[in-house]
């Protein structure tokens, strides 16, 4: 147990100060010109890293080849803003409104220019950090899987080219899913990608294979702290240039920050700039290769003898090889199928997020509100003063309103409700407006407001991850370190758990790295806890039933389908139809809207989700005591830290 506390602490550390307060650090941005006021206004604010360039074509090459996140070109008359949405659409977002206030403030014309706009498949860049996904955990579970297979002999001669073989078949599966199934991206980049998927897969599963061979059974645990659970967080996928400064340094040397750099520039950037990610990629995968052969050819003779001389009725150094195989293939199989459903699910949850529905509240009539329902679709609820609708607010009913009295337009948003939705909504009432020829003033509301480490309202979204991983952990390894899916204390262990599990996570989030309000700590801690009991409840009655299968089972439920339908920070109106449907029967999505609501809205909103917990919990309590009593359950193997270690990075969204 205090190995998954440790680990659970350590992600929620990783995952929550990486990605919290997304900012310009250092960010390359160009300049042309003569030295500009605006210039001068912006970066004594940002964090720019200015480089000043020629002419206007100098910088529109830099521009675009993915070297610079924006630039300024000024001339006596009128200034340009290049911004770049595919570098990171987050940086525009802070890049664009930062100079043209400070252009209008100076007097200054200006006009914003884009290079490699997003694809309207890919409206936020999250398509770079979901293939990410399936790439970085289908690796490491081929080296995981194929280790317990081949019966813990890490470095077989021939593990490096089954597991080369398998990237390429993972790699393909994860293009034809996410490229020409889902149309996340081109069928343009289908070929372009794929060697680049393929890279990435070889290199985490060679290193991990390598590292197995190192230290045994602990390198699965050790490469999925390094890969996955510290390497994770700085992989960079909403811009590597708004990490704090040691998080980009760390994530340099790792696998996934390349990942995602090679990625993002082989779509939108024609495959400039990639030699960086290219060589960091091809060294993991080499070095790999190179101790999975030095380790296959000093040891193999040991190995074999090891292997066979521990089966009964066998010689020595004559291993059934039809058994082996059979077992390598069912457990690459089972490989692929997982690296697909994270191809499948997260993708087509969350690449391309466009309203439906959204809760919205109006305050009189007014033709700019007819006009931006053309452009996002709003469940409109009438409201008879300002007033009413920012008590509507308070209650987390709406995430906006349109007041309207005497010709002018007041657009009301609430940032504490959704990351995306403030930015969306006064981009479409601002393009209505100017469509209409009247005037529109946005106003931020919120009932309480977001703490200064989290002004994009992340943190929950973030937090839940490790919350619902230390649940399943938790009764994985009390399953493997006592051979039994359930005994006498079993429940009361696991009850003990979840109280400090999350008075930890509760402790570090708050108080550490002051993701949200202090006053909010006591309440907080009962809800972590009971989202990892029920977590662990649940899991541990599928393995009670199932086996250490139960935990596959339970990672499909409650990360490969309930996460992806949770809404997370950018809220449930930004799913697709399915994924909007399925949430409110899984835990995931009650788990959220508990935690945030209670936060920042004064546990307005979670009655619902809050029943769904305690019938989840309590309907699991109850049948694993009932199996308890029966005394009967599926066998559980006594060296499962295999297994035990799947669990550890799934979940750990980059």
């Avoid at 490790?466 to 009390?478: A, C, H, N, R």
Wanted: net charge neutral; charged share 10%; with cysteine.
């Amino acid at each position: 147990m205090t190995v998954v506390l440790v680990g659970q602490a350590l992600l929620a550390l990783c995952l929550v100060s990486a990605q919290q307060l997304l900012v310009p650090r250092n960010m390359p941005f160009g300049v042309s010109g003569p030295p500009s006021p605006v210039v001068a206004e912006v970066a004594s604010r940002a964090g720019l890293d200015l480089t000043s360039y020629p002419n206007e074509s100098a910088v529109m090459e830099a521009a675009h080849r993915g070297e610079l996140y924006g630039a300024y070109l000024s001339t006596s008359a009128s200034d340009t803003l290049v911004v770049v949405p595919a570098k990171s659409f987050f940086a525009q977002t802070e890049l664009e409104p930062a100079f043209v206030a400070a252009a209008h403030k100076l007097h200054r014309p200006v006009t914003v220019e884009k290079v490699a706009p997003l694809a309207s498949s890919d409206p936020v860049g999250a398509v770079t950090s979901l293939l990410l996904l399936p790439l970085l955990i289908g690796g490491y579970l081929a080296a995981v899987f194929v280790f317990k297979a081949a019966h813990g002999v890490a470095a077989a001669p021939w593990r490096a080219a089954i597991l080369i073989g398998y990237a390429l078949v993972g790699a393909l599966l994860t293009d034809l899913i996410a490229g020409l199934g889902i149309g996340a991206y081109s069928s343009s980049h289908f070929w372009p990608l794929l060697p680049c998927f393929w890279l990435i897969t070889s290199a985490v599963a060679l290193a991990a294979a390598a590292l197995q061979a190192l230290v045994g059974k602990w390198g699965t645990l050790l490469v999925a702290l390094l890969f996955i659970a510290i390497g994770g967080p700085p992989a960079g996928g909403l811009g590597t240039y708004l990490l704090p400064v040691y998080w980009r340094n760390i994530g340099v040397i790792l696998p996934p920050q390349s990942a995602v750099t090679l990625v993002n520039h082989v779509l939108y950037f024609d495959g400039n700039d990639i030699s960086t990610p290219l060589v960091v990629l091809f060294l993991y995968a080499a070095a790999g290769t190179a101790v999975i052969a030095w380790f296959g050819r000093i040891r193999p003779t040991r190995a074999a003898g090891a292997e066979t001389s521990s089966l009964p009725g066998r010689a020595a150094g004559t291993p059934d090889r039809r058994r082996a195989a059979i077992g390598m293939l069912v457990a690459l199989g089972i490989c692929a199928v997982m690296q697909c459903l994270f191809a499948t699910t997260y993708m087509s949850a969350g690449h391309a997020p466009k309203a439906t529905d959204m809760p919205f509240g109006a305050v009189g009539s007014s033709p700019v509100l007819t006009e931006a329902q053309k452009k996002i679709s709003l469940k409109v609820t009438q409201y008879p003063d300002e007033a009413a609708a920012k008590s509507a607010m308070d209650q987390a009913r709406i995430y906006g309103a349109l007041v309207s009295s005497g010709g002018t337009n007041t657009l009301i948003v609430v940032p504490s409700m959704s990351d995306l939705a403030p930015l969306d909504l006064a981009v479409r009432f601002e393009e209505a407006a100017r469509v209409t020829e009247q005037k529109v003033k946005v106003q931020q509301y919120a009932p309480l407001p977001l703490v200064p480490k989290d002004p994009f309202g992340l943190v929950q979204a973030l937090m839940l991850v490790p919350l619902l991983i230390g649940g399943y952990m938790s009764s994985t390894l009390l399953m493997t370190a006592t051979g039994k899916a359930a005994g006498r204390w079993r429940a009361a262990q696991l009850a003990g758990f979840a109280v400090v599990s999350g008075l930890v996570i509760d402790v570090i989030v708050c108080y550490w790295l002051q993701g949200f309000p202090s006053g909010k700590f006591w309440i907080t801690w009962p809800i972590c806890s009971l989202i990892v009991a029920v977590v662990a409840f649940v899991a541990a009655v599928l393995q009670k039933l199932l086996g250490p299968i139960g935990t596959l089972v339970t990672v499909i439920v409650m990360i490969l389908l309930g996460n992806p339908s949770s809404g997370g920070a950018s809220g449930v109106p930004y799913l697709p139809a399915f994924w909007r449907d399925l949430g409110p029967y899984l835990p995931p999505r009650n788990s959220y809207i508990l935690l945030h609501h209670t936060i920042y809205f004064d546990g307005h909103g979670t009655s619902q989700a809050l029943i769904n917990l305690l019938i989840y919990l309590g309907v699991a309590a109850a049948v694993l005591i009932v199996l308890d009593l029966r005394h009967t359950e599926a066998q559980v193997p006594a060296d499962a830290t295999e297994g035990a270690a799947v669990s550890v990075p799934i979940g750990a969204v980059p």
